[in-house]
């Protein structure tokens, strides 16, 4: 999925049952993701990802790497949205994960 501008990226987690990669955070919430990458271009920019889970499942946006920076929605628990931002980049190609309660997110930047 390559990214212009901003994207909409929908994490599901829920406390039971569904389908697509998972992970089952320490307080017993299934992480659920259908989306496990993404793509950016060399000029970098921004997304969301909506997550939506029972109130009483607490998770955390946790970013590998400096040019990968979770801008709001760093924790919390029930329905909220993660933002962040990749920097542009200057140089070869590069990775980071996004990770939110256990269930990873690939994120691969374009060189110029």
């Not at 994490?11 to 992970?23: D, P």
């Amino acid at each position: 999925m390559r990214v212009a501008g901003s994207l909409a990226l929908l994490l599901i987690a829920m406390a039971c049952g569904g389908s697509g990669s998972s992970t089952t955070s320490p307080g017993g919430c299934q992480v659920i993701t259908g989306v496990t990458t993404t793509t950016f271009s060399a000029a970098g920019g921004s997304a969301s990802i909506t997550v939506s889970t029972p109130a009483s499942c607490a998770w955390t946006a946790v970013s590998s790497t400096a040019f990968l920076t979770v801008t709001q929605g760093a924790s919390g628990a029930g329905d909220a949205t993660v933002q962040f931002t990749v920097a542009a980049n200057t140089g070869a190609v590069r990775t980071a994960t996004l990770t939110i309660t256990g269930t990873a997110i690939a994120i691969t930047q374009a060189a110029p």
